[in-house]
């Protein structure tokens, strides 16, 4: 029974990766090449490297994220193009996360290049950390280019008062790996993002195996705020989905100002 569920978690997480990557259904053959990882014990981060050698960037790759934003450097940047419409709401329990698979039709702009919003999802505690600060929980916005490139949004989740954006998906988060279901309602991921859109800037990486570089990670200052109540049902789905941060290696993080309004 265990060792069943645990061979399902590994598929979902398979598909869920193959997914954010844009890699053909057909490379799904075999979730051998997909072994599983957990958050903690014998397959968890420092760990990861070693489970498969598809998961190798884990443990050498030198563009990693999460990291702790520190010592960022303030200059002129472009406001990120977010255009964002409703979508349904298709959500999915892949036993590393809850995800939300967005509807196309929305976006963002990155260096002149649209990136779709494929889905976002959530890590709790926050995978960045700001100044060593860790928030209670991190939303992340999956993006993708025309030529498989991936951006994606941080939005840091502090604990607070009680964010009405969520409230319907709240309500149904599927509590089960591989659970998924269709809500009769529609979100507009625009509401889940803070007022003040000034980010911060990396070249990072997936943060869950295979740890792919090349991703070019937004994440916004502005934390937006959850209740109490509101994180902990999320922790009662899932408890502890955070990477630790990853060394810099010399990498600079850039900062856009606050926008004036
Ligand atoms: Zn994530």
Not at 47 to 73: F, L
Not at 97 to 124: E, R
Not at 198 to 208: E, I, P
Request: with cysteine; glycine share 10%.
């Amino acid at each position: 029974m265990f060792i069943k569920r645990v061979a399902l978690k590994g598929m979902a997480a398979a598909a869920a990766l193959t997914f954010a990557l844009g890699i053909a259904g057909g490379a799904m053959a075999g979730e051998a090449a997909h072994p599983h990882w957990t958050y903690e014990g014998e397959h968890g981060p420092e760990h990861w490297a070693a489970i498969s050698h598809d998961y190798a960037a884990c443990g050498e790759g030198k563009t990693q994220s999460p990291i702790d934003i520190g010592g960022a450097q303030e200059e002129p940047m472009p406001d990120i193009g977010f255009s964002y419409k409703p979508s349904k709401i298709n959500i999915l329990n892949n036993g590393h996360t809850v995800q939300v698979n967005y509807d196309a039709g929305s976006s963002i702009k990155v260096d002149g290049a649209d990136y779709s919003l494929a889905q976002f999802h959530f890590h709790d505690p926050s995978e960045h950390t700001v100044g060593g600060k860790s928030y209670a929980m991190e939303l992340h916005l999956v993006h993708k280019n025309a030529k498989g490139g991936l951006a994606v949004v941080g939005v840091l989740i502090g604990e607070g008062k009680e964010n009405a954006a969520f409230a319907r998906m709240w309500k149904d988060l599927p509590k089960k790996a591989d659970d998924k279901t269709t809500l009769d309602a529609q979100i507009n991921a625009e509401d889940l993002l803070p007022k003040d859109r000034a980010y911060y800037r990396y070249a990072g990486s997936l943060t869950t195996p295979p740890c792919s570089e090349g991703v070019t990670w937004l994440v916004l200052k502005e934390p937006i705020e959850m209740s109490k109540a509101q994180v902990d049902a999320f922790r009662s789905v899932i408890d502890g989905n955070a990477r630790p941060v990853q060394p810099l290696e010399g990498r600079k993080v850039r900062s856009k100002a606050a926008a004036t309004h």
